[in-house]
């Protein structure tokens, strides 16, 4: 081989050397950069995992941290909780389901006295043994084992009541368990001596204000009495006084002295009212009464006021309606006297009517009774409405008080009205009128009525004259009930104008103005027409000597109770038909009356004075008895305060006497002044049969005749037919 070829290829050899160095060292500093980029990773990732180790260690330290000062916390809050605890004055322990105390206050351990056995670890059983031992509790009459039985049973029923025991040191308390749900008991020991101290106070002020309250009404009553028994005599004696010949002036003075009288029993009976209530000592007296005859009555009563004042006083008492009823009929009548004596007295002119309007309540043995007293009076603000429900309450201001009146009045038929489960409302507008309400329910007493009665065939067309609107409305509404046709006229001339041969009967008013209902009969008849003509008036005697009066088919006194209008319209005959008077007979009542104040019998004696009486008097019980055996009276009236044997003695002894030899019954009606008395008013339990309030009314004794004797019966039916 030539050196040159040598040469040559050392040369290559060289150069593929030299490349291969190139291409290996630029394999190492690609692998170098390489492994420089993996170490700058490396250290980045170094450096984070460094930060994160510090991160965490910080965190971790101020978990540390929170948790030291939570744990410090709770143990602040756990000691406050039971420094609270043992400083609270009521008792405090928890048991663990076992019943072994875990803890327990101080106020709980001191009820035991610094018994040793007496700390965390006891048992419930325990502790009830010691209880029992040491005497710690007043366990009353029950042995200690059965004490120990019922705390036992208490402990283990899952919720138990407080039971409140009496400690050694005269200490009440309350113990309340209370089972948690891991079976844990916490026990509450709440002292409360002061309140059982507070209440026993409370009970003896309650006692000692029950008691003064008694003798207050015991009081009342025998101020009532004295007040009374003299009133009595002022009263009855000045009504005879007026009854004799007097000049213009001595008239005067005696209707003076007799309207202050009885002003004065007013108020008096007001007040007493008043207080019996507000001592609780009013009590109803049911009795089958008819509630129509009771709102006439409290009607008749006022009328002679409301005519006075020119007023007509209307009753629509609802035809459907029954009209005997279970109620207290004296209390009854009461509100009503309130209601419509207000009324009444409150409206100059216009007029006053009584709506009544009943409602099956139940399976109808019941009915809801709506009375309402409207009128068209000066009526009352709307700001005032409550207020005169209130006790002394009155619209007027004292200096320019018009009409008198206590402000009791409505006070207590309120509370009259709430006694019999009902209500009382007003509606009303100054200068238009009031309209005064209420609602009782009532049993009725009776058969119902089988249904309204029906006019006699021949009565189709019934010509109602009236120049008072609503006393038209109502007759026009009764007359189409009894299932006739009403034609309505305003007055006499009106009634001329429209009365033609269908007509078979006129009902007119006695009072109109311009030609009255006498006047009209007259024209009728002059006309020729035979239609039968009945007059209502307010003022019945009146018609009496008028030669008109021969011209009417019949009279009846305003307002008319349904059952005479109905008992007179059935008795009209048909024209030239005879009429039947009623014939009164004329039998004497023999009425034997004791009491022992010679006043008060000489005002009997003097009020009954032209009625078909034949009056004895027994001056006490023993007289009583003796002349009733040998009088055989029809009626007694029995004073109650009499010395010797009293009224409900002489009562009793009677009515044994009586059921001893099967003699018939006498009535008997009470008499007396005694108000609020306990139990004086229920005459019935004695035996007796109703009862007069003294003084003694002329009116009230003649009522109490004609309830219970024909005679009397007769007597007042002959003076309303006047
Ligand atoms: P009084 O004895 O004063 O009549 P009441 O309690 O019966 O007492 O009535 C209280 C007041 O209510 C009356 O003084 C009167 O101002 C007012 N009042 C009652 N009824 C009526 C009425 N029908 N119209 C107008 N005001 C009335």
Known sequence: MSLATKLAEERRARLAAERLLEQKQAELHAANRKLGRHARALSEEINETRAEVATVRNENQQVKLDLSVATQKVAIAERRLWHSIRAIRDGFAVFDADGDMIAANDAWLQVFDGLEDVQPGVSYVQLLQLVTEEGIVDIGDATPADWRRMMMDRWESPSSDPVVLRLWNGVFVRLIAQRGRDGDIVCLALNITDTVRHERIL????????AANRAKSAFLANMSHEIRTPMNGVVGMTELLSDTDLNEEQRLYVDTIRHSGEALLVIINDVLDYSKIEAEKLELHPEPFDLE??????????????????LELAVDYDLFMPTTYTGDPGRLRQVLTNLLGNAVKFTLTGHVLIRCVGLPVGDGTQQRIHITVEDTGIGIAGDKKDLIFGEFQQVEDDHKRKFEGTGLGLAISKRLIALMGGEMWLDSEVGVGSAFGFHVTLPVAGDLPDEVPHLRHGLRRVLVVDDIEVNRTILAKQIETLGATPVVAASGAEALAVLDDRVDLVITDHNMPGMDGMELADAIRDRGSEVPIVLLSSSSGMTENDPARRHLAGVLQRPTPRHELFGLLARIAPPNQDKNAPSAPNAVATVLAAEDNAT????????LRGAPIDLHFAENGHEAVEKWQSLRPDLIFMDISMPGM????????????????????????AVTAHVIEDGSDDFTSVGMDGYIAKPMRRAAVLEAVAQHTPAGRAFQAERAAG
């Open 646 to 669: 009293d009224g409900t003695e002489a009562t009793r002894e009677i009515r044994r006497i009586e059921a001893e030899g099967s003699r018939p019954r006498t009535p008997i009606i």
């Open 203 to 210: 009970r003896r002020a309650r006692q000692k204000a029950e």
């Open 293 to 310: 005859r009771c709102i006439h009555e409290v009607v008749m009563l006022l009328q002679p006021a409301a005519r006075d004042k020119g």
């Open 600 to 607: 008060n019998r000489l005002v009997l004696s003097k009020m």
